[in-house]
């Protein structure tokens, strides 16, 4: 069942490459994007005044990585909102607006009450999910199936990923339908976007070196995570991977909060992980990591080959391959799903089933 593998969410890992690769695809043919299947019509695109994404957990960072893609490509406002939080605010809706509910299981609780509350107040919605008839995805007007496969894991790997496949085909889509990017342009990002698979299958390749500083850091009581922007999003989603199946606290800042407060945290060999493949960010966020450091932290950086002058700066290292930055957290968030797997076997901790969590969260 585990492919000779110790845990599923190890599986999950490598099925990955996989998993983007059939996303991907099921909306490409001949080269070009193809979304009739999922039957947004050009004129709804055209239409649109407003996105609102909502979702939970995982589902969110994915939201919170899409809207900067989304605003960057097609122009479009995006909110990005907790369902939890959406469903009980009594949110003014723009009459034009399209809700876009992401969400692996389609029955978390909260996703399906948003995505109810947005059909009673008569916005459009597309749900991005995995598990094909469930409730979600046969409520929504729209539905983009992400080709995962089942997930068995507690921590999401695969579908994450698949996610954000699906977030920036919406992205280039929109671009396209309403005139922000030419058709060579679009064609050019679905290029890179094909390459994507094997540039994860690269990291994974790597794991050893992620694992060997895994457990160096199996003690740690504390973690940070920093970065800007799409960065800042990949860091969320780090930081959850940490917190809920290595049980070490975690949490994740946009770099320029640290100085608000949370600095204050950092004492003597605190590892701070600081996440840097936006090249407008890039100095902006060296210097809070060199902030960090002069008030003793350890640090890790995750950035792109080519950016060697971070060894100035951080005690480790991780590289990941080149690409367009829009789609820099398909590859960045590999090494932190490793990063939290390695830590937790070396806690001698259940991986698949932390405690105190469901794999999908059906009750409010
Ligand atoms: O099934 P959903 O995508 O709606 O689930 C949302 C969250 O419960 C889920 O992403 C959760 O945060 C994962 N355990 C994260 O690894």
């Not at 939201?63 to 909110?79: F, K």
């Amino acid at each position: 069942e585990k492919a000779g593998f110790e845990h599923f969410m190890m599986k999950e890992i490598h099925e990955q490459p996989k998993a983007v690769a059939d996303t991907l695809n099921s909306v490409i043919r001949d080269g070009k994007l193809d979304l009739s299947e999922i039957g947004l019509e050009e004129e709804v695109i055209r239409s649109i005044s407003q996105i609102y994404i909502v979702a939970c957990g995982s589902a969110y960072h994915v939201g919170m990585a899409a809207q900067y893609v989304i605003e960057d490509l097609a122009g479009l406002p995006v909110r990005v909102e907790l369902a939890s939080e959406f469903r009980y605010r009594k949110p003014l809706l723009d009459p034009n607006g399209l809700a876009v509910i992401i969400s692996q299981s389609g029955e978390t609780a909260d996703s399906l009450a948003a995505l109810r509350e947005c059909r009673e107040k008569g916005i459009r919605t597309l749900a991005i999910v995995n598990v094909v008839g469930s409730s979600i995805a046969r409520e929504a007007d729209n539905v983009f199936y992400t080709l995962a496969g089942p997930e068995i894991s507690v921590a999401t790997t695969k579908a994450y990923s698949t996610q954000l496949i699906a977030a920036y085909v919406l992205a280039l889509q929109f671009a396209k339908v309403r005139g922000e990017i030419t058709v060579e342009q679009c064609d050019s990002y679905i290029k890179e976007l094909q390459t994507i698979p094997d540039k994860i299958q690269k990291i994974i390749e790597d794991k050893e070196r992620i694992q060997w500083f895994a457990a160096k850091q199996a003690n740690a009581k504390d973690v940070f995570f920093i970065g800007r922007g799409i960065d800042y999003a990949i860091s969320l989603e780090g930081s959850l991977k940490m917190k809920e199946i290595s049980y070490i606290h975690s949490e994740a800042y946009a770099a320029g909060e640290l100085k608000h407060g949370t600095i204050s945290l950092i004492e003597d060999g605190t590892l701070v992980i600081g996440v840097l493949t936006q090249p407008e960010l890039y100095e902006k966020t060296v210097s809070n990591m060199v902030e960090c450091k002069s008030r003793g932290a350890y640090l890790m950086g995750l950035t792109t080959f080519g950016n060697y002058n971070i060894e100035d700066t951080a005690d480790f290292t991780v590289y990941i391959p080149k690409t367009d930055p829009h789609f820099a957290t398909s590859l960045a968030v590999i090494p932190l799903q490793l990063l939290g797997y390695y830590v937790s076997v070396n806690k001698g901790l259940d991986v698949d089933k932390p405690r105190n969590l469901a794999k999908s969260v059906t009750v409010e």
